[in-house]
Nanobody, 115 residues
Framework: QVHVVESGGGLVQAGGPLSLSCAASGSIFSTNAMGWYRQAPGKQRELVAHITSGGRTNYAEAVKGRFTISRDNAKNTVYLQMNSLKPEDTAVYSC?????????WGQGTQVTASS
């Protein structure tokens, strides 16, 4: 059985930083792609950042240059460092990880950037 737990997030003033982490545990023998998604009230869920098992990354245009995704394969953990947060970044952020060729979602964490 695999468990995926997110941590981090919270409330920050616009322009400030926040970081998220997503750790997987359990019977894991293969770690594949990992990513972060977000969903703001009244909007569809969107991809924020994605990182392959080889470390290749891609970002949504809205966060390029401000957010950084990284991973620690030894810890089965993916991180999202968010800098220069804007009010429009306010959303519930969820990690999505492919482990043992199955897809798992984190529980979601609220990120709020106040103006």
């Amino acid at each position: 059985q695999v468990h995926v737990v997110e941590s981090g997030g919270g409330l920050v003033q616009a322009g400030g930083p926040l970081s998220l982490s997503c750790a997987a545990s359990g019977s894991i023998f293969s770690t594949n792609a990992m990513g972060w998604y977000r969903q703001a009230p009244g909007k569809q869920r969107e991809l924020v950042a994605h990182i392959t098992s080889g470390g290749r990354t891609n970002y949504a245009e809205a966060v390029k240059g401000r957010f950084t995704i990284s991973r620690d394969n030894a810890k089965n953990t993916v991180y999202l460092q968010m800098n220069s947060l804007k009010p429009e970044d306010t959303a519930v952020y969820s990690c999505n990880v492919v482990l043992n060729w199955n897809m798992y979602w984190g529980q979601g964490t609220q990120v709020t950037a106040s103006s």
